[in-house]
């Protein structure tokens, strides 16, 4: 098993009970699946919709005004943990490229949560990306291996520090920035899981930014977050919504628990089974991370099996998404784009999650590659299964 997961057992050792044990002291008001059914958040109508909606809530959602004439250009950024440097790395090369187009609309799940808002304001923001994922802040943040290391790189710290340094980068300028781009009909979108729903999420951020409430930033900033916390280990984020009459709160963790990276299901952006993107469409989606399966010889006890379980089933669930994907794209004419961390990306031994060398490694890997511009491929790599199973059995 690859030693840069070698923290595990500390973090569940440590780290787990720990955070159960705090979870569960926390009391929370009641709520039926009744409420859970129609909340929403006070003052801003639109912030969000469940990823299982109706055809009808996401057009409405995804409405752009005055892109209609513009290509439809769509970047899904995937969850990843440390991993996110890639994508930072991508975005910035392929900046450097001249061929990065503005996009008419970006997803984050996780760290790619983290990316979106930089990626969807722009080229004049990737130096948000370099620092964040290069300057070695990351690696301050992840000192303490009970609380702020990746879990199986799904979520991204591990307590309130997360969220002070998103309010470092997020602030009301920034807010504005992303209300001016929602206007001209752009939008940015964010996934979490509702843990009490057990459904995942999407946030309108652009429609958070432009409502001019007084939580409008804090609620930002929840959403960045909650994105990115990897539930037990990683504090969740509470949020307040209100159904009707009555106020509570739910529970928010990684959008990674129900999906790596999230792109096109059956009812987005879709009316009568077609996709509306009135001209040319393409969706570039960025796996922060690797999608072939690596061979190892799994430890017998449970801590290793149970984070190659893990690890083995996010691979795949990514993979699945898409393989979803690139059916409907070519289904609907769209054009189909993916790039990720292949074999021929740096690898890590350290025990740590986040190490700055490695990220350093990783962020220019992906810059190489993305000013070179022969970094999509355009169909999902199958995978080498006869080859795993005859080393496995060797």
């Known amino acids: 098993m690859p030693r840069r997961f070698g923290w595990l057992r500390a973090v569940l050792a440590l780290g787990l009970a720990g955070h159960l044990a705090a979870c569960s002291s926390v009391p929370r008001i009641s709520y039926t699946a009744e409420q859970a059914s129609f909340a929403s958040v006070p003052g801003i109508p639109g912030a969000r919709a469940y990823a299982d909606a109706s055809a009808e809530t996401f057009t409405e959602m995804t409405a752009r005004p ?11 950024l995937s969850g990843g943990g440390g991993d996110g440097a890639y994508g930072a790395g991508i975005l910035n090369g392929w900046t450097a490229s001249g061929a990065r187009p503005e996009f008419s609309l970006v997803s984050g799940v996780s760290t790619g949560a983290l990316i979106a808002p930089f990626a969807f304001l722009g080229s004049a923001y990737d130096s948000y990306l370099t620092e ?61 899981t509702n843990l ?4 995942a999420v999407i946030w309108n951020m652009g429609a958070i930014a432009a409502s001019g409430a007084p939580n409008a ?39 990674s628990v129900v999906t790596p990276v999230f792109t096109l299901p059956q009812s987005f952006l879709l009316r009568d089974g077609r996709l509306r993107t009135n001209g040319k469409a393409s969706i570039y989606v960025v796996i922060n991370g690797r999608l072939e399966p690596e061979f190892d010889v799994t430890k017998n006890n449970t801590l290793s099996i149970v984070e190659r379980s893990f690890t083995t089933g996010s691979r795949a ?7 979803t994907t690139y059916a409907f794209t070519r289904a609907n004419g769209v054009g189909f784009n993916l790039t990720y961390i292949d074999e021929r990306g740096p690898t890590t031994t350290t025990a740590r999650g986040f190490d700055t060398g490695y990220m350093r490694q990783l ?21 080498p299964l006869l080859k795993t199973v005859t080393a496995a059995t060797q």
């Open 66 to 76: 005055e892109a209609k004439r513009q290509a439809f250009t769509y970047l899904a």
């Open 363 to 383: 962020y220019q890997a992906g810059y190489d590659k993305a000013r070179s511009g022969a970094f999509w491929e355009h169909t999902v790599p199958a995978a």
């Open 196 to 199: 009490d729903s057990q459904r």
């Open 132 to 192: 964040f994922y290069t300057s070695g802040v990351a690696e301050t943040l992840v000192q303490s291996p009970s609380l702020t290391n990746v879990l199986f790189g799904s979520g991204l710290f591990g307590d309130g520090r997360l969220r002070d340094l998103i309010g470092r980068y997020v602030t009301a300028d920034l807010l504005a920035a992303v209300a001016a781009e929602h206007a001209k009909g752009r939008r940015l979108l964010v996934v979490t």
């Open 317 to 323: 669930r990514s993979r699945a998404a898409l393989a």
């Open 217 to 255: 930033v804090d609620l930002f900033r929840d959403v960045l977050t909650a994105s990115a916390s990897i539930p037990a280990v990683f504090p969740p984020q509470l949020i307040g919504v209100q159904a009707g009459n009555s106020a509570f709160q739910e529970l928010h963790v990684d959008g």
